[in-house]
């Protein structure tokens, strides 16, 4: 053989092993491609693990590519064990559970700063009549304690002066007369000053008044508080009443920056915090102010609480109206906490699950473990119970050892029901005639999912428009007139979110409670209508948190992701008409494999 052809095969082979090591251990590829000699991985949809192949590609159900689980030596039913090549594949990587060093993190919010409420103060007229002249025409103006800020003619004044200057003169014409006649003038003089004063005219200005020699055309209006105006009510030539605002104005030597902060920040923050400030319009600097209050109440549509910080602002600097970006130093007491990845753990409602690494005759095996975890802390969760020191759990590729888990009837994430979950609701015993009244509700219901199904936000917003006046309708008799109004409030609210939305995702965020509502009432009543319903499961809705919604038919119909996803997702239960819903059952697939469709 000719020493070129020679080193042409042999460059070829060099090719395809290259090629190979590519597929092995992670090459970059569209296609789906073949492992040889590899008999115990197949490959599966974390999302759908009823989903088996021989070779890698895309899920059918959703867009996600498919990856490699064991099927050779599989431990006990609580565990999954990985050959060496299989764990390759699949990419699992571990991390040892340890204590965090620094027992601070950070928090960071997001704000606005405000004019505090306690340094706000309304300038207002003490009397009724005319604005002639206003002395503080813009807003943004600094006034002093006691600074005339507008002239304005009263008519109430004017007579009171002509009062006062008619006394004074009664009184010097009478100097001479009886002391009866001297006395009724000075009681009279009085009188006039006590109506001036009456009218809010200071004593100083009377004496001034007493000595006029005409009655004031004008008169002076003073503040009697220092600051910023920071609203300015009053136009010159307009008529104002007693007690009416002229202006507004606050002190700005200290501001409030309002902060929202999520629910899973809440533990982490409490009064007397430090809190650090950056703004824009003062790049590269910090500011520094005190957590003063939080409020008690969660805001049910945003998921959010305010936070209230204090700031000095002494050289005025900050203006209210600026957005400014906040960090607050989190410190847990109790010792440095046990701490975890953030990407270890598998959420499903409020349970929390991890797979930890333990020792097995047949190599390296996983197991599902049930934890309590703190409040997401940066890039990792505190563990409150579950775990010990110097343990290691997975921190990558835990959805495919729990998809493995599941395919082999385990104790998985999807299998196991929360935790934490409240008792479900009672079945109410009802006829079909006394159920019959719930139907326009459910039927509106199952209209706003699918046209969120069909990304169609009108239709949705229309559908939830009639489920609430449905529900604000009607007044059910019988045994369900007891547990009714709780289950209306709940429609009610999430339908009118729904209703409401100015997006789709606005929507679809109001429809995850709302069809948590729907299924309470499926729960107590029943299904109220003459054809079966779907309960349907997708773990990649609510931000992978898994959601589940109510709908007719027998294919999925994905009210979350609409056409992108349609068809992601399983049906978990199917209620009957006029029977109830088991809410206790858990979250997986019914065993009768289903197909999608695009509308």
């Given amino acids: 053989m000719p020493r070129w052809l020679r080193n042409l095969l042999a460059v070829a082979a060099l090719m395809v092993a290259f090629a190979s090591g590519a597929v092995l251990f992670g090459g970059n590829t569209t296609a789906p491609v073949v492992v040889e000699g590899i008999s115990d991985v197949v490959w599966t949809c974390a999302m759908h693990p009823q989903i088996r192949r021989t070779e890698p590609g895309e ?72 604005i002639d002249r206003l002395r503080v025409n813009t807003t943004g103006e600094q006034v002093r304690r006691g600074q005339v800020i507008a002239n304005l003619y009263s008519p109430d004044v004017y007579g009171a002066h002509q009062d006062l200057l008619a006394a004074t003169a009664q009184i010097e014409r009478l100097s001479t007369s009886p002391p009866a006649a001297q006395q009724a003038a000075a009681r009279a003089l009085e009188a006039a000053r006590e109506r001036l004063r009456l009218l809010g005219v200071p004593e100083d200005e009377v004496e001034r008044m007493a000595s006029a020699d005409q009655p004031t055309q004008s008169v002076a209006i003073r503040s009697p508080f220092a600051g910023t105006v920071i609203d300015r009510v009053a136009t010159e030539g307009s008529y104002v009443e007693t007690g009416a605002t002229l202006y507004q104005v606050a002190d700005l030597g200290m501001l409030w920056v309002q902060l929202d902060a999520y629910e899973s920040d809440l533990a982490s923050l409490s009064v007397g915090q430090s809190v650090t400030l950056t703004v824009e319009a003062f790049p590269g600097e910090t500011f520094t102010g005190r957590v003063a209050f939080i409020e ?8 959010t609480a305010r936070v209230r910080v204090e700031v000095d602002n002494t050289d005025e600097r900050l203006s209210p109206g600026m957005f400014a970006q906040a960090i607050v130093a989190a410190t847990h ?3 440095a906490p046990l701490t975890i990845p953030a990407t270890a753990p598998l959420f499903t409602g409020r349970r929390s699950v991890v797979y930890v690494e333990v020792p097995s005759d047949n190599g390296v095996a996983y197991e599902p473990r049930s934890v309590r975890l703190g409040p997401r802390l940066g890039d990792s969760y505190p563990v409150v119970s579950g775990l010990s020191e110097g343990d290691r759990v997975v921190s990558r590729g835990a959805f495919a050892l729990d998809a493995d888990l599941q395919i082999r009837g ?7 029901p929360d935790d934490n979950a409240p008792a479900p609701p009672q079945p109410i015993q009802l006829t079909a005639s ?32 009639r489920l609430v006046q449905a529900s604000t309708a009607l007044s059910p008799p019988g045994p369900a007139s007891t547990a009714w109004p709780t289950i209306a409030t709940e429609l009610r609210n999430h339908g009118e979110h729904v209703q409401q939305a100015g997006a789709l995702e606005d929507a679809r965020a109001g429809f995850e409670p709302l069809s948590a509502a729907i299924e309470v009432l499926l729960a107590r009543v029943g299904n109220p209508l003459s054809q079966p319903l779907q309960v349907a499961f997708c773990p990649m809705a609510n931000r992978n948190n898994g959601a589940r919604w109510v709908q007719s038919g027998d294919v999925v119909d994905n009210a979350y992701f609409g056409a992108s996803m349609l068809t992601c997702g399983d049906f978990v239960e199917t209620v009957s008409p006029g029977t109830t ?12 494999p289903h197909t999608g469709h695009n509308h």
């Avoid at 008690?296 to 998921?303: G, T």
């Avoid at 385990?410 to 196991?416: D, Q």
């Avoid at 039927?443 to 009108?458: F, H, M, P």
Wanted: net charge neutral; proline share 7%; charged share 20%.
């Fill in 410 to 416: 385990g104790s998985s994430m999807m299998s196991e």
């Fill in 59 to 130: 899920c059918p159900l959703c867009p996600m590519q498919l990856i490699p689980v064991s099927q050779g030596d599989q431990g006990t039913p609580e565990q999954v064990v990985l050959s060496e090549r299989a764990r390759a594949l699949a990419e699992v990587r571990t991390s040892t559970v340890r204590r965090q060093t620094d027992a601070s993190s950070e928090v960071r919010l997001l704000g606005r700063i405000e004019a505090a409420e306690t340094s706000r103060r309304n300038v207002t007229t003490w009397i009724g009549g005319r």
């Fill in 333 to 335: 007491t109790g010792g």
């Fill in 581 to 592: 819903l088991d809410l206790r059952a858990p979250t997986q697939p019914l065993p009768a």
């Fill in 434 to 465: 006394q159920r019959a009244p719930f139907a326009p509700i459910v039927s509106a219901y199952l209209t706003v999912q699918q046209a969120l199904a069909d990304d169609d936000l009108t239709a949705a917003q229309a559908a939830a428009g």
């Fill in 296 to 303: 008690p109440m969660v805001d049910a549509q945003r998921r």
